[in-house]
């Protein structure tokens, strides 16, 4: 009989029990000869059961209908590791002998029943990982006998802490991950045999309760982590003195570590990560000779690493990572052979990396010192790390070549040596690493071909060759059928490669990110590539010789996020197929030879971010369908410069680019599209060429210029208000300039030069306080130059071309200036100035001076 048989069995009795209760001594030696057949299921002497021993028995269902009367000398009830889900039943509180009681690791939920404090002869009791709710009851109080109190990982929220009085038998308390709010439980600090205490993982706040470093001097294990606790660690903390394990990690500690904390002599593990501590690590810390996790790492420290950690010869985890530490390292570190993870990333240390770390350290499974100034090259001894899963290297200034010993760390999951300035050729015993996951070695400058042994790396998730010399083919080991079957990532932009893409490539059918750009790869674009894989994310095939046509098989279910196939010649017309791809964010078709009209079949993907189609040969007037609710819903760059549009400008379009409006910037941590992946988009920003390594998520701007664009700027524009670059030059607009253009609060750049543009300038642009660049030459604009705010700034190179303007920074005065200009015998030494009277020069009237200004005029008019 299987052990769910004999459970059910076993339910199905106390169901007739519960029907049909007996109370005779016959009954009890039946119901004793039944059970004791039963594993788990224990009888008294008197033939009662007393111990239920249910668990991992991979039991479900629910116990809110167990009569729990019908046990009455029950002591031991154990359900640990089932699939129990409802409610605690109220009737639990009638088992009023029960010692122990574990129903942790199953699925209960609602709240716990107050009646359970009726169980005061309690030593041990755990709800540990449920779906626990509500308060926790006070009723709890009544557990004067209680050893072992679990109610961690539910949702259960804080009670009214003063009505439940300390536990004088208390050993070990856990509330850790639940939903505790306020101060800390006062009646903590009372409970004078604890031994272990964890509150993590909860929104507990203020400081540590100085009773609590006073009383509890049993205490072996304290955790505090992932609170929001605060101030400066007490010096009472050393009261502690028996603290083998101190976690105070993730909280908002500030001041200084301890220099006492060596006190603490038997500590085995110290977590302060991710506060706000600063100053010194301390020296003291080489006492603590039983450390064996030391993490420090995400705080303010700004020292050097004291020699004496080499003294805690125990540790095996050291982490100091995201500190502002600098000075090499230590050689005494060389005497940590125990060490199996060492985290020294986002520093600054610098210097070389001594052969004597890498012969001591052969235990490391973990080596992470990416992020700082580390130099020189890399010894060989980095064979020796044969147990290493992850060496992370990335963001130093190694030089010199992969030394190829690299080949014996076969335990390697992930390698990144990016970011360096590695030189020379890819060793082939890179072939050896059969586990890698990972291998990133972006940004170096390595030559060579690629190697292609890394066609047998059959485990590789992520390969990153990027920005390096490389050159010769794509090697066929790569795209083969059967190999890199789980490759995800396959970036090789930006080296030397030639030659043609493979049509074999399609048959990595897991791959989501191809990046290729910025090679001489030359031919057309295998056609497969459009719907070779409903898990590509990223096609980037920029700054290459691709010609021929874009692929057209886009189908349903298309996961393309981003589409950069710009600085090609490709031909021919846009594949409408592409409006399958729901997802597109990034739609970047510049500097080509596509011949096409305006592809209104995009206005309706729902995530598309930027659009550029610039240098291209569409053709056409653009007049987006009035019917359309929906166009460009998320559009936030609109490149379609250097084409050859026609017909007014889309004003549909334009007035409805809600991704222009009312953008919220998160000043604390800005946020970037993940369009790129490390690559950049080209985009004219103030004038100038930019390419954007990543692209800011609250970057906006219109590009329509050197088109055949005619008519109004229309002043619906003004509407987007989160606009920050507005490009209309070299076309033929008429009309004025809209004053609504001055209630776009965040332009930075406006170029509406090379027009037909009349009028004045509208005052109204003054209120751009933002903008650095403005260009409104070569126009027909009149009158007054504005004054005020950054126009103050402008010199008059952004006003040529426009002959009736006047005011500063031009030299031509206006018709308000020239009432107070002096007596003409007065004038200035500079008389070649700009117009005075239509046209003519001061030198006009001086010629005349002497026999009478009309006489003057007229010879003007015949010189003009």
Same mark, same amino acid.
């Given at each position: 009989?299987?052990?769910?048989?004999?459970?059910?069995?076993?339910?199905?009795?106390?169901?007739?029990?519960?029907?049909?209760?007996?109370?005779?001594?016959?009954?009890?030696?039946?119901?004793?000869?039944?059970?004791?057949?039963?594993?788990?299921?224990?009888?008294?002497?008197?033939?009662?059961?007393?111990?239920?021993?249910?668990?991992?028995?991979?039991?479900?269902?629910?116990?809110?209908?167990?009569?729990? @009367? =019908?046990?009455?000398?029950?002591?031991?009830?154990?359900?640990?590791?089932?699939n129990f889900s409802g409610l605690i039943p109220s009737g639990i509180g009638s088992l009023s002998r029960l010692v122990f009681l574990d129903l942790s690791n199953n699925l209960l939920e609602g709240s716990i029943p107050p009646e359970i404090?009726?169980?005061?002869?309690?030593?041990?009791?755990?709800?540990? $990982?449920?779906?626990?709710?509500?308060?926790?009851?006070?009723?709890?109080? @009544?557990?004067?006998?209680?050893?072992?109190?679990?109610?961690?990982?539910?949702?259960?929220?804080?009670?009214?802490?003063?009505?439940?009085?300390?536990?004088?038998?208390?050993?070990?308390?856990?509330?850790?991950?639940?939903? %505790?709010?306020?101060?800390?439980?006062?009646?903590?600090?009372?409970?004078?045999?604890?031994?272990?205490?964890?509150? #993590?993982?909860?929104?507990?706040?203020?400081?540590?309760?100085?009773?609590?470093?006073?009383?509890?001097?049993?205490?072996?294990?304290?955790?505090?982590?992932?609170?929001?606790?605060?101030?400066?660690?007490?010096?009472?903390?050393?009261?502690?003195?028996? *603290?083998?394990?101190?976690?105070?990690?993730?909280?908002?500690?500030?001041?200084?570590?301890?220099?006492?904390?060596?006190?603490?002599?038997?500590?085995?593990?110290?977590?302060?990560?991710?506060?706000?501590?600063?100053?010194?690590?301390?020296?003291?810390?080489?006492?603590?000779?039983?450390?064996?996790?030391?993490? %420090?790492?995400? $705080?303010?420290?700004?020292?050097?690493?004291?020699?004496?950690?080499?003294?805690?010869?125990?540790?095996?985890?050291?982490?100091?990572?995201? +500190?502002?530490?600098?000075?090499?390292?230590?050689?005494?570190? !060389?005497?940590?052979?125990?060490?199996?993870?060492?985290?020294?990333?986002?520093?600054?240390?610098?210097?070389?990396?001594?052969?004597?770390?890498?012969?001591?350290?052969?235990?490391?499974?973990?080596?992470?010192?990416?992020? @700082?100034?580390?130099?020189?090259?890399?010894? /060989?001894?980095?064979?020796?790390?044969?147990?290493?899963?992850?060496?992370?290297?990335?963001?130093?200034?190694?030089?010199?070549?992969? &030394?190829?010993?690299?080949?014996?760390?076969?335990?390697? *999951?992930?390698?990144?040596?990016?970011?360096?300035?590695? /030189?020379?050729?890819?060793?082939?015993?890179?072939?050896?690493?059969?586990? *890698?996951?990972?291998?990133?070695?972006? =940004?170096?400058?390595?030559?060579?071909?690629?190697?292609?042994?890394?066609?047998?790396?059959?485990?590789?998730?992520?390969?990153?060759? #990027?920005?390096?010399?490389?050159?010769?083919?794509?090697?066929?080991?790569?795209?083969?059928?059967?190999?890199?079957?789980?490759?995800?990532?396959?970036?090789?932009?930006? +080296?030397?490669? #030639?030659?043609?893409?493979?049509?074999?490539?399609?048959?990595? !059918?897991?791959?989501?990110?191809?990046?290729? /750009?910025?090679?001489?790869?030359?031919?057309?674009?295998?056609?497969?590539?459009?719907?070779?894989?409903?898990?590509?994310?990223?096609?980037?095939?920029?700054?290459?010789?691709?010609?021929?046509?874009?692929?057209?098989?886009?189908?349903?279910?298309?996961?393309?996020?981003?589409?950069?196939?710009?600085?090609?010649?490709?031909?021919?017309?846009?594949?409408?197929?592409?409006?399958?791809?729901q997802n597109l964010e990034v739609f970047d078709l510049g500097n080509n030879k596509i011949q096409d009209s305006f592809p209104f079949w995009a206005e309706t993907l729902p995530q598309l971010q930027v659009l550029v189609l610039k240098s291209?040969?569409?053709?056409?007037?653009?007049?987006?369908?009035?019917?359309?609710?929906?166009?460009?819903?998320?559009?936030?760059?609109?490149?379609?410069?250097?084409?050859?549009?026609?017909?007014? *400008?889309?004003?549909?379009?334009?007035?409805?680019?809600?991704?222009?409006?009312?953008?919220?910037?998160?000043?604390?941590?800005?946020?970037?599209? $993940?369009?790129?992946?490390?690559?950049?988009?080209?985009?004219?920003?103030?004038?100038?060429?930019?390419?954007?390594?990543?692209?800011?998520?609250?970057?906006?701007?219109?590009?329509?210029?050197?088109?055949?664009?005619?008519?109004?700027?229309?002043?619906?524009?003004?509407?987007?208000?989160?606009?920050?670059?507005?490009?209309?030059?070299?076309?033929?607009?008429?009309?004025?300039?809209? &004053?609504?253009?001055?209630?776009?609060?965040?332009?930075?750049?406006?170029?509406? /030069? =090379?027009?037909?543009?009349?009028?004045?300038? &509208?005052?109204?642009?003054?209120?751009?306080?933002?903008?650095?660049?403005?260009?409104?030459?070569?126009?027909?604009?009149?009158?007054?130059?504005?004054?005020?705010?950054?126009?103050?700034?402008?010199?008059?190179?952004?006003?040529?071309?426009?002959?009736?303007?006047?005011?500063?920074?031009?030299?031509?005065?206006?018709?308000?200036?020239?009432?107070?200009?002096?007596?003409?015998?007065?004038?200035?030494?500079?008389?070649?100035?700009?117009?005075?009277?239509?046209?003519?020069?001061?030198?006009?009237?001086?010629?005349?001076?002497?026999?009478?200004?009309?006489?003057?005029?007229?010879?003007?008019?015949?010189?003009?």
């Amino acid at each position: 009989m299987t052990t769910s048989q004999r459970a059910f069995l076993f339910f199905l009795h106390v169901f007739l029990l519960t029907l049909f209760p007996f109370n005779t001594a016959s009954s009890a030696r039946i119901e004793a000869e039944a059970l004791l057949r039963w594993t788990g299921i224990r009888c008294n002497t008197i033939g009662s059961v007393s111990q239920i021993d249910l668990s991992d028995a991979s039991l479900s269902g629910t116990i809110e209908n167990l009569d729990f @009367n =019908s046990f009455p000398n029950l002591t031991t009830l154990n359900l640990n590791g089932n699939n129990f889900s409802g409610l605690i039943p109220s009737g639990i509180g009638s088992l009023s002998r029960l010692v122990f009681l574990d129903l942790s690791n199953n699925l209960l939920e609602g709240s716990i029943p107050p009646e359970i404090g009726n169980l005061t002869e309690i030593q041990y009791i755990s709800l540990h $990982n449920n779906n626990l709710a509500g308060e926790i009851p006070y009723q709890i109080g @009544n557990f004067r006998k209680v050893e072992y109190l679990d109610f961690g990982s539910n949702f259960l929220e804080t009670p009214d802490w003063s009505r439940i009085p300390s536990f004088p038998l208390l050993k070990h308390l856990s509330f850790y991950n639940n939903e %505790l709010h306020l101060g800390f439980p006062g009646f903590i600090s009372g409970c004078l045999n604890l031994t272990f205490l964890d509150l #993590s993982v909860n929104h507990l706040m203020g400081p540590v309760p100085e009773s609590l470093l006073n009383n509890l001097v049993k205490l072996e294990h304290l955790n505090l982590t992932a609170n929001s606790f605060e101030g400066p660690l007490s010096a009472n903390l050393t009261k502690l003195s028996k *603290l083998k394990d101190l976690r105070l990690a993730n909280n908002f500690f500030t001041g200084y570590i301890l220099d006492s904390i060596s006190l603490i002599s038997d500590l085995r593990i110290l977590e302060l990560f991710n506060n706000s501590f600063q100053g010194n690590i301390p020296a003291s810390l080489g006492q603590l000779r039983s450390l064996e996790r030391l993490d %420090l790492r995400m $705080n303010s420290l700004n020292s050097t690493i004291p020699y004496e950690i080499g003294q805690c010869t125990n540790l095996s985890y050291l982490a100091l990572a995201q +500190n502002l530490i600098t000075g090499s390292l230590p050689l005494s570190l !060389s005497n940590l052979t125990n060490l199996h993870e060492l985290g020294l990333s986002d520093n600054s240390l610098s210097g070389e990396i001594s052969p004597y770390f890498l012969s001591n350290w052969t235990k490391l499974t973990s080596l992470q010192i990416q992020n @700082n100034s580390f130099t020189g090259e890399l010894p /060989s001894e980095i064979g020796k790390l044969t147990n290493l899963s992850y060496l992370y290297l990335c963001k130093n200034a190694f030089s010199g070549s992969i &030394p190829p010993v690299i080949g014996n760390l076969r335990n390697l *999951l992930r390698l990144d040596l990016s970011i360096n300035h590695f /030189s020379g050729e890819i060793p082939p015993t890179i072939g050896n690493l059969t586990k *890698l996951l990972i291998l990133q070695l972006f =940004s170096n400058n390595l030559t060579g071909t690629i190697p292609p042994v890394i066609g047998d790396l059959l485990s590789l998730e992520v390969l990153d060759l #990027s920005t390096n010399h490389l050159s010769g083919q794509l090697p066929e080991s790569i795209s083969t059928l059967g190999n890199l079957s789980n490759l995800s990532v396959l970036q090789l932009n930006s +080296n030397k490669l #030639s030659g043609t893409i493979p049509a074999s490539i399609c048959n990595l !059918s897991f791959l989501e990110y191809l990046l290729l /750009s910025n090679n001489t790869l030359e031919g057309s674009i295998p056609e497969c590539l459009g719907n070779f894989s409903n898990a590509l994310k990223l096609l980037h095939l920029k700054a290459n010789h691709l010609q021929g046509l874009i692929p057209s098989g886009f189908t349903e279910g298309c996961a393309l996020q981003s589409l950069n196939l710009n600085g090609n010649q490709l031909e021919g017309t846009l594949p409408q197929s592409l409006v399958h791809c729901q997802n597109l964010e990034v739609f970047d078709l510049g500097n080509n030879k596509i011949q096409d009209s305006f592809p209104f079949w995009a206005e309706t993907l729902p995530q598309l971010q930027v659009l550029v189609l610039k240098s291209n040969r569409f053709h056409g007037a653009i007049n987006p369908s009035k019917a359309a609710k929906l166009t460009f819903p998320t559009l936030q760059i609109f490149d379609i410069s250097y084409n050859e549009f026609t017909g007014p *400008l889309p004003t549909l379009y334009l007035k409805n680019l809600k991704g222009m409006i009312n953008v919220k910037e998160n000043t604390s941590e800005p946020g970037y599209w $993940n369009s790129g992946y490390r690559e950049s988009t080209t985009i004219i920003v103030k004038g100038l060429e930019r390419q954007l390594e990543r692209i800011l998520k609250t970057l906006t701007t219109i590009d329509l210029s050197s088109n055949f664009f005619h008519g109004n700027i229309p002043s619906s524009i003004g509407g987007l208000n989160s606009l920050r670059y507005l490009n209309f030059s070299h076309n033929r607009l008429t009309g004025g300039i809209p &004053p609504s253009l001055g209630d776009i609060p965040a332009l930075e750049s406006l170029d509406l /030069s =090379s027009n037909l543009l009349a009028g004045e300038i &509208p005052w109204q642009l003054t209120r751009l306080t933002f903008l650095e660049v403005l260009n409104l030459s070569m126009n027909h604009l009149i009158g007054p130059i504005p004054q005020g705010g950054q126009f103050l700034t402008f010199d008059k190179s952004s006003y040529i071309g426009n002959p009736e303007l006047c005011g500063n920074p031009i030299l031509k005065k206006c018709e308000d200036d020239k009432k107070r200009q002096p007596a003409l015998s007065a004038l200035p030494e500079e008389v070649d100035g700009y117009v005075i009277l239509d046209g003519m020069k001061w030198q006009v009237v001086l010629m005349g001076y002497g026999c009478g200004a009309v006489v003057g005029i007229i010879l003007g008019l015949f010189l003009f």
